[in-house]
């Protein structure tokens, strides 16, 4: 054999070789092995993030994402301490104990929050402030009384600290100190909808968004509508700030998921769904 035909053959035996030791390892981990990347907490933005996590995992199907049930916000939170998930959604700004923690943020939107009412419910199109209180304290309980057709007032009510109910408690005075007297309590976000949608003549509040695919209808306040413009105007001043709290370092899968929110479809999908979409920043490392 010649010389450079013995170099040949000693370089396919070395690429054969090298070729047989990849076939014969054991074949590195599948995408569908790998741990999804869970985003657990508030009931609040939870059809949200399940319609953008879904819209993700279409455009890189190699990834998972699962959005459980609410546990509330601090339940999120805890669950991204305890490793159990890796990012929280949230419905209010991190406290300063979470922070000392190592937590971090990103607020990508906020969602009206709304008192809406059952399909049942026609002829109110807003309600003042002080009609609120009237509702919420039972002064009046029927709606014949704010130009609707006769028939009892339903009240869902949330307890503090939720966050609606905190927000609506600064927004409104007096509000807070109404607690939840002689009313229906839902103990979750998709629990308040469902009570709202399932009885004739109920009212509730909770975020615009999580009312999306149902037949409830939002009301104005003093005539004012829970739009996203009216909320970046500042006219409609009540709104819920999502958001998702992280601990670095973040998986790639993660770090991809926040920096897809940016995206014009993912910003579409926010403002379908009555929120005003906010600029977003990738996550530092």
């Known amino acids: 054999m010649s010389k450079p035909a013995a170099v040949r053959g000693t370089l396919f035996a070395a690429v054969l070789a090298a070729f047989c030791s990849l076939a014969c390892a054991a074949p590195p981990a599948r995408a569908a092995d790998a741990p999804p990347l869970v985003i657990a907490g508030t009931g609040d933005s939870e059809e949200l993030l399940r319609i953008l996590a879904a819209r993700y995992m279409r455009e890189f199907p190699g990834t998972r994402i699962e959005v459980p049930d609410s546990i509330g916000t601090s339940g ?96 409104i005075d007096g509000f807070e100190a109404l607690g939840c007297r002689d009313q229906a309590v839902a103990y979750s976000t998709p629990e308040a909808v469902a009570m709202t949608a399932d009885n004739a003549g109920a009212i509730g509040y909770f975020a615009k968004s999580a009312m999306t695919g149902t037949k409830l209808r939002a009301l104005a306040i003093s005539g004012v509508a829970p739009t996203p413009e009216n909320v970046n105007r500042g006219t409609y001043g009540i709104f819920i700030p999502f958001a998702l709290v992280y601990k670095r370092p973040l998986s790639p899968a993660a770090t991809g998921f926040i920096k897809a929110l940016a995206l014009p479809d993912a910003r579409t999908a926010m403002a379908n769904y009555g929120c005003l979409p906010l600029p977003v920043s990738p996550p530092s490392p």
């Open 76 to 171: 999120g939170i805890k669950a991204v301490l305890a490793g159990k998930a890796e990012l929280a959604r949230t419905a209010r700004p991190l406290r300063d104990e979470e922070k000392a923690q190592g937590l971090a943020e990103i607020v990508f939107a906020r969602s009206p929050l709304v008192f809406a009412v059952n399909p049942s419910v026609t002829g109110v199109e807003s309600l003042t402030k002080e009609q609120v209180l009237d509702v919420f304290s039972g002064k009046v309980a029927d709606w014949a009384a704010l130009g609707a057709p006769a028939g009892p007032i339903r009240k869902v009510c949330r307890e503090t600290p939720e966050t609606g109910r905190v927000i609506l408690n600064a927004a």
